[in-house]
Each structure stands twice: as structure tokens, then as C-alpha cells.
């Protein structure tokens, strides 16, 4: 029996329940409300803050969920996890614990935000919703921040809490115009990219933001307890099916990500990661706001050594297989296969921030081969990020390998 686990994957399964006797322990991994969607797709789920997300359904192939999202509009159900956090000094607390101003963000408008340790290193990232001036959700990636959140609250008039707030994703060239199809009323006037607003979709009461994790055209939808969430993603579907609605797992977004610059917490960076590090460096403002972690990162290096990097012939393995001349010059920290650039597609952190576009690596690749690696910007295409902003009409119709 082999000790290697490396070739192995581990996956969790939708069962049907045995009997009437209560499973106490099914509260640890809790499914999104749609999951009835993808069970007969034969789903294969990751945990994601202890929620389920697919991570493999047979609706279709990797490339062809890929495609889906580049020319068309994709339906996934993502275990984001929105905390709230509410009262006269949310915005004061939020000012501590995350590197952006928040009091700059409007009631109406989300904003990328992240927190770090004291020392600079980076806990995790997500979307921050302002709903109005005394109340916020922030949609986060994989990790734990509400005890970060409850940790720097002492003495201020704030509640942090799980709202039970379930998010899926619409994305893709034709996304807003199932929005209009979808909604009760008119879609909302403005409507930009990252805005956010309360809507009703089957005369349900639910938010929407200009958001996802695809750097294509989107929306996102804020789902709420007490309400028939179903009948919010039936008419999603219903609606969906005469734009050719594909609904996905993570492959998805796995290459669409990687070539946009789109950060992967645990993965792309972590506690021993700075955002310096991480290239998100522009994300964090030094103004008056004493937040955590301000001293340590106003006085470290402040060099970017995370990049893209396009492998000739193969799709790299992930970890330290980067060599120049048999040295080991970084890490491979996500890797995927993009049919639109025809190459293997990764983010990579050096370990010499000197090394960046146009370095040439030797990288292992999945198949046990040594392929020639090239170092290039993020994004890879699409630079200013017009797609997702709706000022850049991108339909690809065949694969294009400049």
C-alpha cells in the first residue's frame, strides 16, 4: 500500500440519509440551499469555510465550463461566507482590522478588501457589501476572520455575526442580460461594477453586487434566510435556459482566475505572505487609521514577487518545482490549463524579487516532465480590467495563443 497521498484526492459526497436519527456532525459542512441543482450531476464537494462548493460536476468538461464562462453565462453556488457586522462603530472596527480605508466605501458599493496579522502577514480576503452606513457584510474567501472581527472589537458598540447569507454566481458575457430577465423590476440605475443593491427575484427579497471571481462580466447574488431561496434559483434557471445557462463547479474559474491575477487564499498567499509579496501592495493605505499590522508593513520590503507564468507544453505540479540552472528559484502556487492561451497557466512566487516577467524557469509538470516556464504580468490579458467594468465587449471564438 502506498504512503504517497500526493496522487490522491480527497472529496466529500451527497448520501442519502439512513434513517431519522439526527447526524449532529453534518452542521460542520453545511450545503448551499441550490446544491438540489447539481445533485443529479454527480458532484463531487470541497469544504470552502465549512460550506460545500462543487468541486466537480459532470454537467461538463473543465475546458468547456471555461469556454462557458468566456462566450456565454455560467450558474455556480460558491461557499463564500458573509459576516455582518453592524452598529455606530462597524465602520470604526472595520478601519481597524482591514489595510483599505473603509470609510471611503458608499452605502450602495462593495470594495476589495483583506487583514493582516500585526507582523504584515495576510489572514484572508473577500468582498466588503455596504449595505448602508451602519451595516456591512463582508463576502470572505476561505479562512477565519470573525474571530479576528470579535478579538478587536473591546469596547466598541458593534454586532458580528453569521447572517446565514448564501451567495451563488452568474458570470459571463450574457450575465446582465439574464439579470434583466430575472428581476421582479427593472435592474438597478446605476448598476456598475461593484455596486451592490436590494432586489427581488420570484418576489423574493435578496442583494445583488457587480462582483465574482472570473474578472468576466457578473453578478452576484446575496441570498437570505426566511426566504424561498429556491424559488430564487429556479427562476434563475427557467430564465437561464434561453440564454443556454450552464451551471459549474470550481473548475470554472480555476484558469479564468490564474490568467486575471485573481488571488487565491491559503494557496497564493498566507500568513507568511505580505501583500507587498502577494502584488497588492496598491491595496493598502497609509493614512491615519492605526490598523493592524500598519507598522510592520510601512517598514518591510516592499518588492512584488508573485507573478503569472505560461508553460510551454504542460501544466506545472504546484510547489517548489521551479529551477534555473537545477536551483530551486520559487513556488508554484496555482496551476491550471487555459484552452483560450493554449498553455499551462500558474501564479508563482519568487523567491528573489528581481526575478519577474520574461524569466525563463524549467518547471516539473504534472505528467513528470521539465517544460520551459516563461514569468509574465497579471493580469495576462486584459490589463486595465475592462471586461468585468463591461467596457470591453470580449467574445472569444477560437483559442488564441498570443
Not at 453565462?73 to 461566507?81: A, D, P, W
Not at 443556454?244 to 470554472?252: A, E, K, N, S
Not at 490564474?258 to 501583500?275: K, Q
Not at 537545477?326 to 526575478?355: L, N
Request: with cysteine.
Amino acid at each position: 500500500m502506498t504512503t504517497d497521498l500526493s496522487h490522491f484526492r480527497f472529496v466529500a459526497k451527497a448520501l442519502p440519509n439512513q434513517g431519522a436519527r439526527p447526524r449532529e456532525l453534518a452542521r460542520t459542512m453545511p450545503a448551499h440551499p441550490l446544491s438540489y441543482m447539481e445533485l443529479p450531476y454527480d458532484p463531487e464537494y470541497t469544504l470552502y469555510n465549512s460550506r460545500l462548493t462543487p468541486e466537480k460536476l459532470d454537467t461538463a468538461t473543465d475546458d468547456e465550463m471555461y469556454w462557458a464562462v468566456r462566450t456565454n453565462v455560467i450558474f455556480r453556488h460558491t461557499g463564500e461566507l458573509p459576516i455582518e457586522i453592524s452598529g455606530p462603530d462597524a465602520e470604526t472596527l472595520l478601519n481597524k482590522v482591514f489595510t483599505r480605508n473603509v470609510s471611503k466605501v458608499k452605502p450602495g458599493r462593495c470594495s476589495y478588501q483583506f487583514a493582516c496579522y500585526h507582523d504584515g502577514g495576510m489572514i484572508t480576503d473577500g468582498v466588503l457589501l455596504r449595505l448602508s452606513q451602519e451595516k456591512f457584510w463582508m463576502a470572505q474567501a476561505d479562512g477565519d476572520l470573525f474571530s479576528w472581527y470579535k478579538a478587536h472589537a473591546e469596547g466598541l458598540d458593534v454586532k458580528i455575526h453569521d447572517p446565514n447569507v448564501w451567495v451563488s454566481q452568474i458570470q459571463g458575457p450574457r450575465s446582465l442580460d439574464l439579470l434583466a430577465a430575472v428581476l421582479d423590476g427593472g435592474v438597478p440605475d446605476p448598476f456598475r461594477y461593484f455596486d451592490c443593491a436590494e432586489v427581488s427575484i420570484a418576489g423574493q427579497t435578496c442583494w445583488i453586487s457587480r462582483s465574482g471571481f472570473t474578472n468576466e462580466l457578473g453578478w452576484e447574488v446575496y441570498m437570505l434566510p426566511d426566504t424561498d431561496i429556491p424559488a430564487i434559483g429556479d427562476k434563475i434557471m427557467e430564465a437561464g435556459a434561453a440564454f443556454d445557462i450552464l451551471l459549474t463547479g470550481t473548475p470554472v474559474f480555476r484558469a479564468r482566475r490564474i490568467e486575471a491575477g485573481l488571488l487565491n487564499a491559503g494557496s497564493d498567499f498566507g500568513a507568511e505572505t505580505t501583500p507587498f509579496d502577494a502584488g497588492l501592495g496598491g491595496f493598502v493605505d497609509f493614512d491615519d487609521r492605526d490598523f493592524v499590522g500598519c507598522k510592520a508593513l510601512d517598514s518591510i520590503e516592499k518588492s512584488c514577487r508573485t507573478w503569472g507564468m505560461r508553460v510551454t507544453g504542460g501544466v506545472a505540479q504546484l510547489g517548489r518545482v521551479m529551477t534555473i540552472d537545477g536551483k530551486e528559484v520559487g513556488r508554484v502556487c496555482s496551476s491550471g490549463y487555459s484552452p483560450y492561451q493554449g498553455c499551462g497557466v500558474c501564479i508563482v512566487r519568487m523567491d528573489d524579487p528581481a526575478q519577474g516577467p520574461g524569466t525563463q524557469v524549467d518547471v516539473l509538470c504534472a505528467d513528470g516532465s521539465t517544460q520551459s516556464g516563461e514569468l509574465c504580468t497579471l493580469p495576462m490579458y486584459d490589463a486595465d480590467r475592462l471586461i468585468p467594468r463591461g467596457k470591453l465587449v470580449d467574445i472569444p471564438t477560437k483559442p488564441n495563443a498570443d
